[in-house]
Nanobody
Framework: QVQLVESGGGLVQAGGSLRLTCAAS????????MGWFRQAPGKEREFVAG????????ASADSAKGRFTISRDNARNTVYLQMNSLSPEDTAVYYC??????????????????WGKGTLVTVSS
């Protein structure tokens, strides 16, 4: 069992940066690939970025490439999402999730086993 708690969301101006943190409990954290997803008001939840069990391989959505970076620290049971050059289109609730597998390729909406409750990111224009 893995419990996930996100933090770091808030209000930021367009062009600004935020770093989201996902703290995981459970001794098997390093077994799982991890991912960040987001859901904007009135829209479907979507994939943002994923990282494999060791942190050596990542994947990201086109909307995140060049602006968002996912990383993990297995010693701290933590996953991060560094978000730069934010725009109002990035406004959403951001969720951390643990995959059923260990590869970055396994990080997708249907492949996640555990979910956090989310943290709200609001980008003002």
């Amino acid at each position: 069992q893995v419990q996930l708690v996100e933090s770091g969301g808030g209000l930021v101006q367009a062009g600004g940066s935020l770093r989201l943190t996902c703290a995981a409990s459970g001794r098997t954290f390093s077994n799982y690939a991890m991912g960040w997803f987001r859901q904007a008001p009135g829209k479907e939840r979507e994939f943002v970025a994923g990282v494999n069990w060791s942190g050596s391989n990542t994947a990201s959505a086109d909307s995140a490439k060049g602006r968002f970076t996912i990383s993990r620290d297995n010693a701290r049971n933590t996953v991060y999402l560094q978000m730069n050059s934010l725009s109002p289109e990035d406004t959403a609730v951001y969720y951390c999730a643990a995959s059923r597998s260990s590869t970055a390729a396994s990080v997708n909406l249907g492949g996640m086993k555990y979910w956090g409750k989310g943290t709200l990111v609001t980008v003002s224009s």
